[in-house]
């Protein structure tokens, strides 16, 4: 009996390191080694693109800290008609910072009640498209709809769940990770079907110039892009 037990004991107390050892190689793993920067920024988006004419805003220093973002430029884009685009963007060293602060999850927490939520199809080049993710909100008398879309080399995610195993693994033993790049965008209601048109059509010309070939070239950013699902966002 006695024996049975120290049997039992040994190989317990081999497993336990094996568990403990399997865990930190995975993790290990799935956690980028180094991270690749995009050699461009925001600040270098034009601040006249197309009929809108943008300016710089300030994210108060508290905020801008607890997005734990190493880049973030946010603008106010106003076209001729009267409408006016916010943009928040935001480059993140590590992707489970920038997906834990999902819009779908932040708006909900501030307050807001989601309305609607879509994916659409942003037209990037001629054989390549975006997919992006567009809410309605609503908090009291105020709505607004809300465009955004992160992209990790050649993924598109909406939030934690797509990072998930499947992101990681196709990108585990790289000697470096691309950076997560977050583009949010809002824009308020006064009639629903003219905000959500002008802020998709805003949207575009902002992926077009993030996907532009010369930024995308040596960083693993979108060459046929694998997206999530909005739906499964927090």
Known sequence: ?????SVRLCIVAAIIPCIYGGAYFVHAKLEPPKVDMPGWTFHELPAQLGDWRG???????????????QIIVDRTYQDESG????????????PADGVLHSPLNC?????????????????????LTLPVCMSVFQRENE?????????????VLFGRWDLGLNVRWSLAGRPAWPALIKVMLQIPV?????????????AEQVAQWENLPAHRNGKGML???N???PSAAP
Do not use: C
């Not at 009996?1 to 037990?5: A, P, S």
């Not at 709809?145 to 080399?153: A, D, F, P, S």
């Open 1 to 5: 009996m006695l024996g049975n037990t």
């Open 83 to 94: 409408h006016a685009v916010s943009m928040h963007t935001a480059v993140f060293e590590n």
């Open 107 to 127: 708006y909900r927490r501030s307050g807001w009640e989601r309305l609607s939520l879509s994916t659409e199809q942003l037209k990037v080049s001629d054989d």
């Open 223 to 225: 060459g046929t892009a």
């Open 190 to 202: 006064s009639e629903l079907e003219d905000a959500k048109s002008t802020i998709l059509s805003f």
């Open 227 to 229: 997206s999530g699902d």
């Open 143 to 155: 709505k607004v709809v809300v465009i955004y879309w992160y992209q990790l080399g050649e993924h």
């Open 55 to 69: 300016k710089d805003t300030t994210l108060d220093p508290e905020t801008a800290v607890a997005t734990g973002a």
